[in-house]
């Protein structure tokens, strides 16, 4: 019965099924603000089952159906600041989330989450776009301060 879990028939896990969780490691200071779009630097890798995720991109090893999660913290933004988007890019399509938070806050915690059906070979990455201010005053926080990523193949 190896690679069952819990004894469950069909349910199986492998140490070289594509899994990631990786954070960004310091304060990226002034990459947006006045509409500048920015691909998330997700630098440290907690883990990388299969090595599949490399500057800041995952590749699918696999054709699938993929879990994403990703996460960043901004700060830095000012009563100007009008509107913000996280994006999830892969090579099949991609996502847009423009997070509902008071605009008035000067740090917030942007969130996206979505299951993405890609081919072996196609990449995905995160960026984030805030608009409003008059130059690019915003920064992207670290992990511990709510910048994360984490992909995992289901299906």
Known sequence: M????SGIVGIQTSPTQPAVLANNSDLDTDVTGAGATTTIDYDTEIFDQGGDFDNDT???PV????CVLASAGIQGR???HNGSAINILASNRY???EP????SDTAAVMIATALMDMDAADT???TVRNSGESSDVHDIREGG???QFSIFLVA
């Open 63 to 66: 054709t699938g159906i993929y």
């Open 2 to 5: 190896s690679g069952l879990v």
């Open 95 to 97: 996502h847009r989330f």
């Open 145 to 147: 301060e709510g910048t």
């Open 78 to 80: 000012t009563s100007s």
């Open 58 to 60: 995952f590749t699918a």
């Open 100 to 103: 509902a938070h008071h605009r």
């Open 124 to 126: 995905l990455t995160i």
